[in-house]
């Protein structure tokens, strides 16, 4: 799939140059990239609020692009950034957007119940909208959405403003709506979430996959299974590019190694007078080594 946004005196945005990737039914699966690698770009192309410059979109066998019709009774969104409507509370939002669906009032009240509880708000479910956190508000969006219940779900940075324990709210809603059939396609800039939460993992990078597989896939590229770090000031990378592969993160080094050689590692530190912590390798150096840059950096 392609995507160029053109705009009359200014140079064309190649936003999708290619992508191509597909979801199972009942996976759950992470679409991981930097800002600007265009990962919602293909979201809204895939939730039909945005045409393809080139290529084809199928969801359960319909062309989405030619049908989208078709495809959006099948389909629920939580877009990136969205907002409740300011006016309703909690309990009004969800029940409303599953009225205007057509759910029964007795299937609309018991979801909506059921919803705001899974997503710990239901004690303030007849607060009004506007009055609420950020992170009270983003639940309230991802609630709404779960209450469908719908076949394929689009969650765009579900959990963004969130405080650890409501995300796990959120991760544990999401595991009983697959185990119930649903489908999900999920970004996400926390790489311990999609670790934790998804079947599959797709890595996009300036517009197209650069890597594909389960997160224990993609952490045995790295060369390693044991992580030591160590502050970037007053270290030298080539004392310790002997022991393992040696990775910048965010003013730290990050040594790649095998358990074997942990203790050797350790005791060149202690001999330099460096402090250094010792953890298992996670997706976060898989994605370093495969883009080259942290998934905090601006991809544009």
């Known amino acids: 799939m392609k995507k160029v946004y053109r705009s009359r005196g200014r140079p064309s945005v190649e936003a999708l140059r290619g992508l191509d990737l597909e979801v199972r039914r009942g996976e759950r699966v992470a679409l991981l990239g930097r800002n600007g690698a265009g990962k919602t770009t293909f979201l809204k192309i895939a939730s039909t609020l945005l045409l393809p410059s080139d290529g084809k979109l199928e969801i359960f066998g319909i062309d989405a692009v030619r049908r989208p019709e078709e495809v959006r009774p099948l389909i629920a969104v939580v877009p990136q950034e969205g907002h409740p409507f300011y006016h309703l509370t909690p309990w009004e939002q969800v029940y409303t957007y599953l009225r205007s669906r057509g759910f029964t009032r007795e299937t609309a009240q018991e979801r909506a119940e059921t919803s705001l509880k899974d997503m710990g708000i239901f004690d303030i479910r007849d607060q009004l909208n ?26 765009d940075e579900p959990t963004l403003g969130m405080d650890p324990f409501a995300r796990r709210g959120v991760w544990s809603a999401l595991r009983k709506l697959t185990e119930r059939g649903s489908t999900i396609l999920l970004t996400t800039h926390y790489l ?109």
């Open 130 to 155: 506007v009055t609420l956190s950020g992170g009270q508000q983003q639940r309230t969006m991802v609630a709404t959405v779960l209450a469908t219940e719908a076949p394929l779900l689009f969650l």
């Open 192 to 300: 311990d979430e999609a670790e934790s939460l998804s079947h599959r993992v797709y890595i996009v990078e300036h517009g197209h996959v650069v890597a594909e597989g389960t997160a224990e896939d993609l952490k045995r590229r790295v060369g390693g299974t044991v992580r030591v770090t160590l502050p970037e000031v007053g270290v030298r990378t080539e004392d310790y590019e002997s022991y393992g592969r040696v990775m910048k993160g965010d003013g730290v080094l990050h040594v790649i190694t095998e358990p074997s050689r942990v203790s050797e590692i350790l005791n060149a530190a202690l001999a330099r007078g460096v402090a250094a912590t010792v953890g298992p390798v996670t997706l976060e150096e898989a994605f370093l080594q495969l883009v080259g840059k942290a998934i905090e950096e601006d991809a544009r």
